[in-house]
C-alpha cells in the first residue's frame, strides 16, 4: 500500500524516536520539543479551500489573518505596542486599501498555425496544464499575430534592442523567462511586460525554454506555466499568459522550427534578430478588479531583559498566494503555509521556554508578498518597533518541500553564527550558506539596512505556483530540519550579549 509522505514520516517517527528525539542538544529542546504535528495541522487549515487561496485583499486573505490572530492568541502573544491606542481587536492587524484582481472562469487561449502550404490549424488550450493567464492580466478580446522578441530584454547600457528593427504595434510578442547565459544584467518579468506595453504590444506570451536555467533546473520547475504577476509602473498591464514550452513548441514544428532554436538564437545576444511567427493567438476572459484589504498580522513575544528587550528580533513569513482564478484553486501549502506554519510552532517552542528570550521577539505574518513585497514594504514603511533597534530579521519561505537541506542566506550578519546555529542541534550539514539573494520579504529590510537571514528548502519544488501545491507534496522531514535549525538560531540572536 502507497503512503503519503507525511503518512511515512510520521509511521517512521513512532518507530525511531531517538534518531528524531531532536535530542542532539537537550537543554535546548527537552522542555520544548518540536512537535511535527502542530505545523502539519496548521499547514492543512491554511491550505483549505475555505481560505479561497489566501489572494491579498480578498476575503479568504482576511479569514486567514483572523486564523493568525486566532493562533497567537492561544499561544500566548502580545499585540505589537505600536498598535495599543486601537481597538483591541485591531491591535494585532496592519492595513491599508487595495485592489485584489480575480480572473473568471472560463479563462481561453486559442492558438493557430498558420502555413502558407498547409491548412491552418487551431488548438484551444486547457487552463492550468497548458497555459495560465497573468494573474493581474485586464479583460481582454485579443487577436493577433506573434512576434518572437528573444527574451524581451532591452539594455541601452549595454547596446542591446531585442525588439530592434521590428514594429509590434498591435502585436502579441512572445518572450523567454530569464535572460540569456552570457547577459551579465538582471531584467524582471515586470520590466519585460513594461518594455512590450512602451513598444505598442497588445499582448504577451512568457514560457520557459528547454535550455533550463540554473533556477529552474535547480527548482525542478521545469516548462509548465506557472502563476505570477505582471504589473507595471503606470500599474495598467497589458493582458498575458504564460504558455507551457512544450505546447509552443508543438505548434512550431508543423512548421519545421522549435522553441530550442528560437532560444539558441536568443542566447547569442551579439547577434540574435527579432521574427514574426506563423501563430495567431486568441485571449479570452474577464478580470474583475475590487477593492480589499492587504493585512499584515504582528504578534509580539517581551523579553525578559529589562535593557535587551528594547531590542527586537522580527520572524516573518507571508501568508498569501494566489486565490482561485480562472476556474483553479491555489492551495499554497508549501508557499507559503509552510513557512507561516514553521513560524506558528517557533511561536509555541519560544513561548514556552523555560525562560523566556532576552530580547523581544516579534512575528509577522505578511500578506500580499506574491503581489510585489506589499506587506514587508508597509511594515518597513511604519514598523511597529523601531528598525534601528531592530537586531535580524528572519524571513521564512516554501520550506515543505525539496530535498531536506535548507538554502540559507545572511546578510550584515556573521555567518558564522547561524553555521553554529545548526551545528549545535545536529543539521549543520543540512544548510547552504549564501549571502543576499533577490526576491522575497527580507529584501525591503535589507534595503532598509536591517540584518537578515532568509530560509528556504533546496532542491525540487515542482508544485511551485501551481494549482498542485497541496498538502500531499509536503515532505514533513524538511519541516523538521527547518524548524529545529531556526528555533536554535532564533535563541542565540535573541540571548546573546
Known sequence: MLRSPIAQFLIGLILTTPAWGFDHQPSLFSSVPVVIGNIIQDI?????????????????????????????????????????????????????????????????????????????????????????????????????????????????????????????????????????????????????????????????????????GRYEARKGLGQAPLAIYGETPDNRPIPGAWIHGKILDQALKVTNDSLEALQHAANDIGTFRNSPLPLLVQFLWESQSQPGTLTNVIGMLPGRDQNLRKEFILIGAHRDHFGQQSGLLFPGADDNASGTSVMLELTRMLSQRTTAPKRTVLFLSFDGEERGLLGSTLY???????????????????????????????????????????????????????????????VPFFEAGVPTVTVVSSGRHPHFHQPSDTLESIQPANLAIATKFLFSLISLLADKP
Open 44 to 212: 492543512r487549515e491554511l491550505s483549505h479551500p475555505v481560505y479561497q487561496g489566501r489572494q491579498a485583499g480578498t476575503h479568504g486573505s482576511l479569514q486567514s489573518a483572523d486564523y493568525l490572530v486566532d493562533r497567537f492568541k492561544s499561544l500566548g502573544l502580545q499585540p505589537a505596542s505600536h498598535f495599543s491606542k486601537q481597538e483591541q481587536d485591531s491591535n494585532w492587524f496592519q492595513q491599508r486599501s487595495m485592489n485584489a484582481v480575480q480572473l473568471l472562469e472560463p479563462s481561453t487561449i486559442t492558438l493557430s498555425i498558420i502555413h502558407a502550404n498547409r491548412p491552418s490549424m487551431t488548438m484551444t488550450l486547457i487552463p492550468g496544464q497548458e497555459f495560465l493567464p497573468i494573474l493581474d492580466s485586464p479583460s481582454t478580446r485579443t487577436i493577433a499575430r506573434v512576434v518572437f522578441v528573444g527574451y524581451g530584454i532591452v539594455d541601452p547600457a549595454r547596446g542591446i534592442d531585442e525588439y530592434q528593427g521590428m514594429n509590434v504595434d498591435n502585436r502579441i510578442v512572445l518572450f523567454l523567462r530569464g535572460k540569456p547565459p552570457s547577459y551579465p544584467g538582471w531584467v524582471s518579468h515586470e520590466e519585460k511586460v513594461a518594455i512590450a506595453k512602451e513598444r505598442g504590444a497588445v499582448g504577451y506570451l512568457t514560457t520557459t525554454g528547454p535550455l533550463l
Open 380 to 442: 518597513v514603511s511604519n514598523p511597529a518597533v523601531p528598525l534601528a533597534q531592530t537586531v535580524a530579521m528572519l524571513n521564512l519561505d516554501h520550506l515543505g518541500a525539496g530535498d531536506g537541506k535548507l538554502t540559507v542566506g545572511v546578510t550584515r550578519m556573521d555567518k558564522n553564527l547561524a553555521q553554529q546555529a545548526a551545528d549545535r542541534v545536529g543539521v549543520g550539514d543540512d544548510i547552504q550558506m549564501y549571502g543576499y539573494f533577490p526576491g522575497g520579504d527580507h
